[in-house]
């Protein structure tokens, strides 16, 4: 059985959200830009690298939603032919529309990182070079194309983002 659209939106992506904002809400400050001291990344590095990995792994879960994927061999960001499996029925993100935003080196680069570090498993390509400062970028995109392609509305994703604890 299908979710409808409102089903998608308000129980299956409220958990999403959380799991892709939970490395940027745990390890960065974003009013001054900076990131948790190296003393606090040894001493919780275990919830480091897990909230870093499940962050990667929603930026790639909500980049195919919208129709975009990493081409396999190039890294080359690419438009998916055939979007059948999104769950949301929203509008697909168009590279042309995207292609001089200036965080889209950072997305890509999380999502072949997220391609060869967590979804491949590619043993060369664990310890990605992936830090906080691409991390926060990529996170930002993501969200800020959510909100243009998923949501139709703001309230559609503060309802969204406001469910996540739920």
């Known amino acids: 059985m299908s979710l409808s659209r409102e089903e998608v939106l308000f129980r299956h992506f409220p958990h999403r959200l959380q799991l892709l904002l939970t490395f940027k809400e745990r390890f960065c400050d974003e009013s001054s830009i900076s990131f948790i001291a190296t003393e606090q990344r040894r001493k919780y590095q275990d919830f480091y690298r897990c909230s870093k990995d499940i962050s990667m792994m929603m930026i790639r879960f909500f980049c195919e939603e919208m129709g975009l994927s990493v081409k396999e061999g190039d890294g080359e960001l690419t438009e998916r032919k055939h979007n059948s499996s999104s769950r949301y029925r929203g509008r697909k993100v168009r590279l042309e529309e995207i292609k ?3 965080d889209l080196r950072d997305l890509t680069d999380v999502l072949i990182a997220a391609n060869r570090a967590i979804a491949h498993l590619e043993e060369s390509d664990v310890d990605h ?4 400062v691409i991390m926060t970028s990529a996170i930002n995109f993501t969200v800020a194309l959510l909100r243009e392609y998923v949501f139709d509305t703001e309230e559609e994703f503060d309802r969204a ?5 739920s």
């Open 100 to 102: 001089n935003h200036p």
């Open 129 to 132: 070079d992936i830090d906080e």
């Open 161 to 165: 983002l406001s469910l996540r604890a």
